[in-house]
């Protein structure tokens, strides 16, 4: 059984406008107002300000909750809300927060705020269970419906790495503070995975609520056409005045939406015509990815790819590298960020349209992780994204022709080979089928 809820913060049925999930491609509203934040320096002063000025709903998922100096105000400001009777759902992955998930849970005991573990590690037989390879790797927050942010950025210090300890440059990652109609699947994907967590309480109340109703075949219609494949019509007073900008909002899943962000990223390679920027920490796309990339840099397309060259797991560089020779003879340049840990999810197409999220472009993220990523039409946000990523390529270095093709060739291919055997053993014990 789910433990209970804190006194006092009973979920209330809520009518929620689902269609959005139920498309398998992004779905794009107007009328939203988008700001690109650098780092926690940015992201958690803002978070925690929304924070205490929520009136009646926070949600909060992330995969990593670390508390330190820099988290600590947005752990202060959830449990101020939570106790001025603000209803407050936090949800945490339990293998990316394991490290310091008894402390979180001591901390925010009493405060009222409800806590959800994400497939928690609280037995070793939970590491031999193959569904544990399916991480909730999203990091979204959502305050009174209103105002949400997400991106790649984990509740840690940009400072710190769990496995690598302190570091003097802070990690380059990125996240969006977004107002506006895009708000909603963002709060619902947030809830969805909190209610996942927590045993699906959320929906028992509202099964219950129709149970209760005096016409519970009418309250079952209502909620069906709550489901439909149609959108809701776009209200004047959701709309920011002033900022047209178009938004979608998009996740990876295991249900309707399993491979909706790896498709936006092809078909956004798809329609370059001059530049094309990737930043990722973990990159290794299946074939039609990589020809889509290749296809774009043969036809004049400006394309560049930002990886890391701080390694923080080996393999996974590895796995990127082995690519490097295919890419490189193709036309696409890529460059290793040197100066601190990438962490950044972004991809910037022609100054017009650009993504910041949770998902990398590997077999994990692309195929088991439940992600989330905002996509933004906006041709000054994407221009601002773009010069960040082109600061960042500035501190790089460029992975030059000889560099990869130095070695003999059976040396490559036997890499190449090895990594394709571990990636499809992976996949497999994950219960994925098919050609990645």
Not at 204 to 218: C, G, K, T
Request: proline share 6%; hydrophobic share 45%.
């Amino acid at each position: 059984m789910p433990p209970p809820l804190p006194d006092g913060h009973a979920d209330p049925p809520t009518s929620p406008d689902w269609s959005w999930y139920l498309v398998g491609r992004p779905v794009f509203s107007g009328g939203n107002e988008v700001q690109l934040l650098r780092g926690g320096k940015d992201l958690f002063p803002a978070v925690a300000a929304a924070i205490h000025r929520a009136r009646h709903e926070v949600w909060l998922a992330t995969y990593i909750f670390h508390i330190d100096t820099a988290t600590q105000p947005v752990l202060d400001a959830l449990c101020a809300a939570a106790r001025r009777g603000v209803r407050v759902r936090m949800v945490v992955d339990g293998f990316g927060t394991h490290q310091g998930l008894t402390a979180l849970q001591q901390r925010l005991a009493d405060s009222g705020v409800a806590l959800a573990v994400f497939r928690p590690l609280q037995r070793w037989t939970h590491w031999l269970q193959p569904g544990q390879l399916r991480r909730l790797h999203m990091k979204v927050c959502i305050v009174d419906g209103e105002l949400g942010f997400v991106g790649g950025i984990n509740l840690i210090d940009d400072h710190i790495d769990l496995n690598h300890g302190h570091s003097e440059q802070p990690r380059l990652d990125f996240a969006v503070r977004a107002h506006g109609p895009v708000v909603a699947p963002m709060e619902q994907a947030a809830r969805a995975m909190w209610s996942r967590a927590w045993f699906g309480r959320d929906w028992r109340s509202e099964a219950q609520a129709i149970l209760r109703a005096r016409r519970p075949w009418q309250q079952m219609r209502a909620l069906w056409s709550r489901l439909r494949l149609t959108r809701r019509p776009l209200r004047p007073q959701d709309r920011v005045p002033g900022r047209p900008v178009h938004c979608a909002f998009v996740v990876r899943d295991n249900f309707r939406q399993r491979r909706t962000i790896e498709r936006a990223y092809i078909q956004a390679i798809g329609m370059a015509r001059e530049s094309l920027w990737i930043v990722t920490p973990y990159f290794y796309p299946g074939n039609h990815f990589r020809r889509a990339l290749v296809a774009a840099a043969q036809r004049g397309v400006s394309v560049h790819l930002l990886l890391q060259g701080k390694v923080d797991y080996r393999f996974a560089a590895l796995a990127a590298r082995v690519l490097y020779g295919e890419l490189i003879r193709g036309g696409v340049r890529i460059h290793e960020y040197l100066p601190a840990f990438l962490h950044a999810k972004v991809m910037v197409v022609d100054d017009r349209w650009a993504t910041v999220g949770s998902s990398n472009i590997d077999p994990l993220s692309l195929l088991l992780n439940l992600e989330s990523n905002l996509i933004v039409r906006d041709d000054a946000f994407a221009a601002g994204m773009r010069r960040e990523v082109e600061a960042a390529v500035q501190q790089s270095h460029e992975v030059l022709r000889e560099e990869v093709l130095h070695e003999r060739s059976w040396v490559r291919l036997l890499r190449r080979a090895v990594v394709a055997w571990c990636a499809y053993v992976y996949l497999r014990l994950a219960g994925v089928t098919g050609r990645y």
